[in-house]
């Protein structure tokens, strides 16, 4: 197996100069460079990552602990940040947490004693020991998906990336509310998610703008998961007054949500419209195809990366968080009639609402679902638009 030296004697260079251009830890000139470059193609040099870790205390490596074995959302997210970290070079060590907060704290603790320059964590409902661990070893870090810090709390402690989630939550009630549904239903997460509070405040945030009255029996939570969602859904169809639309919290909960509806022989959207937060691969299959809230999942987990490797660079920056901008996918299980078939780029994203914000959408337009009439986005622009540029929040001064 070829050596540095024998790099350094074909290239006609000192072992140094080779050790410099491997670990750029030296500018090198250009035609040097390219020697040495050329000699280790020649005699088929692999550089030795864990020596060079030695001289660069970094190992080129990323640690990312998310659910991606029981949540398919996140197996999108995973491919984003493994796209991303190999075209800058890295290589990815990955642990299940399985959103259990002891877990989570141990996965982290094996991830930094592999020494990966930093990682990527999706925490749990209850992240104090994941965060205290952190924290004490200044271990770098991006929360993705799921916040910790909102900006109402003052500059966040970590840097954080994740979706938009009650602005679009808000738009799958108002749509709902637009075609007629009065009592309709939430299925939420599991207590604890940032996720799941936002997304209870858009739904709380849709009915207010409908002119709809908040019934709490008409709220339930199921915990993120397809057996939660099915025993909570089969609860909602128990009341006097059951709702005549459902809204669901992620792409688990919209299946245990349709085994509910099917054990009471109940048919989507002829006895119940429906429409889920997550549009996951197979949601264009179902009969009818479901009205979703697309998530850009790999665009949050090449962000992360991105994010991370911005604090690696420069770890005395305050922290920021990241929020990426969701895609109304009008389809029919709302209750709508078929759409046109469009490329992916001409869904209109869905960007924050509020005070200073901007709606696209030409002047004049009306949306079906708005009571009120008001201009706002139509559900599929006329032509292609392309997606919002992601927005910052809490960075501090």
Not at 56 to 64: D, K, P, Q, V
């Given at each position: 197996?070829p050596?540095?030296?024998?790099?350094?004697?074909?290239?006609?260079?000192?072992?140094?100069?080779?050790?410099?251009?491997?670990?750029?830890?030296?500018?090198?000139?250009?035609?040097?460079?390219?020697?040495?470059?050329?000699?280790?193609?020649?005699?088929?040099?692999?550089?030795?990552?864990?020596?060079?870790s030695?001289?660069?205390?970094?190992?080129?490596?990323?640690?990312?602990a998310?659910?991606?074995?029981?949540?398919?959302?996140?197996?999108?997210?995973?491919?984003g940040?493994e796209?991303?970290?190999?075209?800058?070079?890295?290589?990815?060590?990955i642990?299940?947490?399985?959103?259990d907060?002891?877990?989570?704290?141990?996965?982290v603790?094996?991830?930094?004693?592999?020494?990966?320059?930093?990682?990527?964590?999706?925490?749990?409902?209850?992240?104090?020991?994941?965060?205290?661990?952190?924290?004490?070893?200044?271990?770098?870090?991006?929360?993705?998906?799921r916040?910790v810090?909102?900006?109402?709390?003052?500059?966040?402690?970590?840097?954080q990336?994740?979706?938009?989630?009650?602005?679009?939550m808000?738009?799958?009630?108002?749509?709902?509310?637009?075609?007629?549904?009065?009592?309709?239903a939430?299925?939420?997460?599991?207590?604890?998610l940032?996720?799941?509070a936002?997304?209870?405040t858009?739904?709380?945030?849709?009915?207010?703008?409908a002119?709809?009255?908040?019934?709490?029996?008409?709220?339930v939570?199921?915990?993120?998961?397809?057996?939660?969602?099915?025993?909570?859904?089969?609860?909602?169809?128990?009341?006097?007054?059951?709702?005549?639309?459902?809204v669901?919290?992620?792409?688990?909960?919209?299946?245990?949500?349709?085994?509910?509806?099917?054990?009471?022989?109940?048919?989507?959207?002829?006895?119940?419209?429906?429409c889920?937060?997550?549009?996951?691969?197979?949601?264009?299959?179902?009969?009818?195809?479901?009205?979703?809230?697309?998530?850009?999942?790999?665009?949050?987990?090449?962000?992360?990366?991105?994010?991370?490797?911005e604090?690696?660079?420069?770890?005395?920056?305050?922290?920021?968080?990241?929020?990426?901008?969701?895609?109304?996918?009008?389809?029919?299980?709302?209750?709508?009639?078929?759409?046109?078939?469009?490329?992916?780029?001409?869904?209109?994203?869905?960007?924050?609402?509020?005070?200073?914000?901007?709606?696209?959408?030409?002047?004049?337009?009306?949306?079906?679902?708005?009571?009120?009439?008001?201009?706002?986005t139509?559900?599929?622009?006329?032509?292609?638009?392309?997606?919002?540029?992601?927005?910052?929040?809490?960075?501090?001064?």
């Open positions: 197996m050596t540095m030296a024998d790099v350094a004697r074909h290239a006609g260079v000192s072992v140094a100069t080779v050790s410099h251009v491997l670990n750029d830890t030296r500018p090198v000139l250009p035609r040097t460079r390219q020697a040495v470059l050329d000699a280790m193609d020649v005699l088929g040099y692999t550089p030795n990552t864990l020596a060079r030695l001289v660069t205390s970094r190992t080129r490596s990323i640690g990312l998310v659910s991606a074995i029981s949540n398919p959302y996140f197996t999108e997210i995973l491919q940040v796209a991303a970290a190999l075209e800058e070079g890295y290589s990815l060590l642990a299940d947490p399985h959103d907060p002891a877990h989570e704290r141990t996965v603790q094996l991830l930094h004693e592999r020494r990966v320059d930093g990682v990527i964590i999706a925490p749990s409902a209850d992240p104090g020991g994941l965060l205290a661990y952190l924290t004490r070893h200044r271990v770098p870090a991006v929360l993705l998906d916040i810090d909102a900006p109402a709390d003052g500059a966040p402690r970590f840097d990336v994740c979706a938009e989630n009650a602005g679009p808000a738009r799958l009630v108002t749509h709902l509310a637009g075609l007629g549904h009065r009592r309709i939430l299925v939420a997460g599991l207590p604890g940032s996720t799941t936002e997304r209870i858009g739904y709380r945030h849709g009915l207010a703008s002119g709809l009255p908040h019934d709490e029996r008409l709220l939570h199921g915990d993120s998961g397809s057996a939660g969602a099915e025993r909570a859904t089969a609860a909602l169809l128990s009341l006097g007054a059951p709702p005549t639309a459902l669901t919290g992620n792409d688990a909960m919209t299946l245990g949500a349709l085994r509910a509806l099917r054990a009471h022989g109940l048919t989507v959207p002829d006895d119940m419209a429906l889920c937060f997550d549009d996951f691969a197979w949601a264009d299959l179902f009969s009818p195809r479901l009205t979703a809230i697309a998530q850009p999942g790999r665009d949050i987990g090449a962000q992360a990366v991105r994010v991370l490797l604090r690696l660079a420069a770890p005395g920056r305050p922290a920021r968080t990241v929020r990426l901008p969701c895609t109304f996918v009008h389809r029919t299980s709302c209750g709508c009639a078929d759409q046109p078939e469009r490329p992916p780029r001409s869904r209109a994203p869905l960007v924050p609402s509020g005070p200073g914000v901007a709606r696209p959408g030409p002047p004049g337009a009306s949306d079906p679902s708005d009571p009120s009439g008001a201009p706002s139509p559900s599929m622009p006329s032509e292609p638009s392309e997606p919002s540029e992601p927005s910052e929040e809490g960075t501090a001064p």
